[in-house]
């Protein structure tokens, strides 16, 4: 029978999702700038009302959110942002047996 020794939060980055609507034209221009910034971690071109889906992560949610002010938001080739900060964190159940 396994023993459930511990429970800990493996996950201790700051995570958000950055929901983008370039101006027109702009897209692949913003993508390119989007993936030189080591904190984003994906970026996907969207169809329909926006138009890049980014998953950006950070030590914490204070320097996560000065990353996404001053070295995203700064764009003049966005048009808007939708800003959608994670709350959960993820659980490890560390099973011995």
Same mark, same amino acid.
């Given at each position: 029978?396994?023993?459930?020794?511990?429970?800990?939060?493996?996950?201790?980055?700051?995570?958000?999702?950055?929901?983008?609507?370039?101006?027109?034209?702009?897209?692949?221009?913003? &993508?390119?700038?989007?993936?030189?910034? %080591?904190?984003?971690? !994906?970026?996907? $071109?969207? /169809?329909?009302?926006?138009? &890049?889906?980014?998953?950006?992560?950070? %030590?914490?949610?204070? !320097?996560?959110? $000065?990353? /996404?002010?001053?070295?995203?938001?700064?764009?003049?080739?966005?048009?808007?942002?939708?800003?959608?900060?994670?709350?959960?964190?993820?659980?490890?159940?560390?099973?011995?047996?």
């Amino acid at each position: 029978m396994q023993k459930l020794s511990q429970i800990s939060h493996t996950h201790k980055m700051a995570t958000a999702h950055l929901i983008i609507k370039c101006r027109s034209g702009k897209e692949n221009h913003v &993508i390119e700038q989007l993936r030189n910034i %080591d904190a984003v971690k !994906s970026v996907q $071109r969207t /169809i329909g009302e926006f138009d &890049i889906l980014v998953k950006v992560e950070s %030590d914490d949610s204070d !320097s996560l959110r $000065r990353l /996404i002010k001053w070295k995203i938001m700064k764009n003049d080739k966005i048009q808007s942002i939708t800003t959608l900060m994670c709350t959960r964190r993820s659980l490890c159940v560390i099973v011995e047996g």
